[in-house]
């Protein structure tokens, strides 16, 4: 069974920064790409960042130069450094992999956390 748990979400001023981590275990064999989407109050869930395996990050327009996406492949973890936030970065964040695991070893699936909320005050 693979999970992917989110940490690091909660309350900050606006201009503040935040970290999350997410945690991907289970069975894995392999993750290709990670990443952090976001879903605000009434608005569709939209890209904040996705890094892979191997190869360059890609980015959100609304937090390009503002947020930074890594991972740590031996820890199966991703990480999303939040600076210089804004009310209108307030959202749930979820976590999303690509991975291959035992019970899919020929092919690769993709997989969600449950999400952490970020709040960001005026």
């Known amino acids: 069974q693979v999970q992917l748990v989110e940490s690091g979400g909660g309350l900050v001023q606006a201009g503040g920064s935040l970290r999350l981590s997410c945690a991907a275990s289970g069975s894995i064999l392999s993750i290709n790409t990670m990443g952090w989407y976001r879903q605000a109050p009434g608005k569709e869930r939209e890209l904040v960042a996705t890094?892979?395996?191997?190869?360059?990050?890609n980015y959100g327009d609304s937090v390009k130069g503002r947020f930074t996406i890594s991972r740590d492949n031996a820890k199966n973890t991703v990480y999303l450094q939040m600076n210089s936030l804004k009310p209108e970065d307030t959202a749930v964040y979820y976590c999303?992999?690509?991975?291959?695991?035992?019970?899919?070893?020929?092919?690769?699936?993709?997989?969600w956390g449950k999400g952490t909320l970020v709040t960001v005050s005026s």
């Open positions: 890094i892979p395996s191997g190869g360059s990050t």
């Open positions: 999303n992999a690509d991975l291959r695991a035992l019970s899919h070893r020929y092919s690769s699936r993709n997989y």
